[in-house]
């Protein structure tokens, strides 16, 4: 198993809607996360940080992470096209200072 | 403005040219980090940097060297480029590597080694 997995899409969602972003992690990965937004072209921007079980909310944005299945969610409300990019999700490797990123997946927000 | 920068941001080179890509940050930060970004493949890290003089690898450093001597620069060098090398590198800072701190990264740097 890849230390940290998401699906590289594209997602596909209808403007106004909610776009939902999956990532799973290994034993390997300490349990805090963290969600990037990347343009084409552009450099990695966080969107945020998660390491308690739950949810946390910012404007639009909640993550979710649950530490017994070993998956941690990004939820988009009101997904504009302004938000189609690639999103990366980011965990630390336990018991190091090394930062393991997913692959990303692509979402595609249509006007 | 807070910000990260590295140098050059396109590079085209031919094999075995060693080079040097550089990275700086004004915000006083002790984590620096190089990843490189491959198609299919994301972001890997190469090297990273607790503070001054601590250096240790990612899990893709052969094939790169780095120093920290200061605070603020974090070069990546490579000795002996080749093909495989080409790719997309960001150069990153962060506070300290907890949990709770952002990474900033730089604008990103465009190597093709022919």
């Known amino acids: 198993q890849k230390e940290v997995e998401q699906n590289s899409g594209p997602l596909s969602v209808p403007e106004g809607a909610i776009a939902s972003l999956n990532c799973t992690y290994s034993?390997?990965?300490?349990?805090?996360f963290f969600w990037y937004r990347q343009y084409s072209g552009k450099s990695p921007e966080l969107i945020m940080s998660?390491?308690?079980?739950g949810d946390k909310e910012d404007g639009r944005f909640t993550a979710q992470l649950n530490k017994a299945s070993q998956y941690v969610s990004l939820l988009i409300r009101d997904s504009q096209p302004s938000d189609s990019a690639t999103y990366l999700c980011a965990g630390r490797n336990s018991g190091t200072y090394k930062y393991i990123f997913g692959t990303g997946t692509r979402l595609k927000v249509l006007a | 403005e807070a910000q990260v920068t590295q140098n050059p941001r396109y590079l085209i080179t031919v094999t075995g040219k060693k080079l040097t890509v550089t990275c700086s940050q004004n915000m006083n930060h002790e984590y620096m980090s190089w990843y490189r970004q491959d198609p299919g493949l994301g972001l890997r890290q190469i090297y990273y940097s607790m503070n001054v003089e601590a250096t240790d690898k990612g899990d893709v450093p052969e094939g790169y060297k780095v120093s920290r001597k200061e605070k603020r620069n974090f070069p990546l060098i490579l000795e002996s480029p080749s093909p495989n090398q080409t790719s997309l590198y960001f150069c990153a800072s962060s506070y300290r590597a907890t949990d709770l701190d952002t990474q900033y990264f730089g604008p990103g740097t465009r190597l093709t080694v022919l």
């Open positions: 034993d390997r990965v300490s349990q805090s």
């Open positions: 998660i390491y308690s079980n």
